[in-house]
Nanobody
């Protein structure tokens, strides 16, 4: 379990961009995949993940073509670049230090350390 700290959320108009950051707090990412989820009306929805030790990336349906995940291994930080934001992207975004890509129909977070999340609001 690696505690995480998210940042970078805010208020943006439709069509705008934001970059979220997630840093490992007091430890280092070590799982196969790290990534992002978001919570809107119900439950957490998978957004994107990437292999911490490699270059493979995975994107949920809402992220494809608009959101891009990247990392800085030296800084133990993962980023989520969000472009072309729409009001439906309004949510609290959470980082996950251990994304389970294989056990279920959809990716889930195997880590219990969710962090406080960062609010993204898209509105005109």
């Amino acid at each position: 379990q690696v505690p995480v700290v998210e940042s970078g959320g805010g208020f943006v108009q439709p069509g705008g961009s934001l970059r979220l950051s997630c840093s490992a707090s007091g430890g280092a990412f070590s799982a196969y995949a790290v990534g992002w989820f978001r919570r809107r009306d119900r439950g957490r929805e998978f957004v994107a993940a990437m292999s911490w030790g490699g270059d493979a990336t995975y994107a949920g349906a809402s992220a494809r073509g608009r959101f891009f995940i990247s990392k800085d291994v030296a800084k133990n930080t993962v980023y989520l670049q969000m472009d072309g934001l729409i009001p439906e992207d309004t949510a609290v975004y959470y980082c996950c230090a251990d994304v389970d890509l294989v056990s279920g129909t959809y990716p889930t977070c195997a880590s219990k350390d969710w962090g406080q999340g960062t609010q993204v609001t898209v509105s005109s």
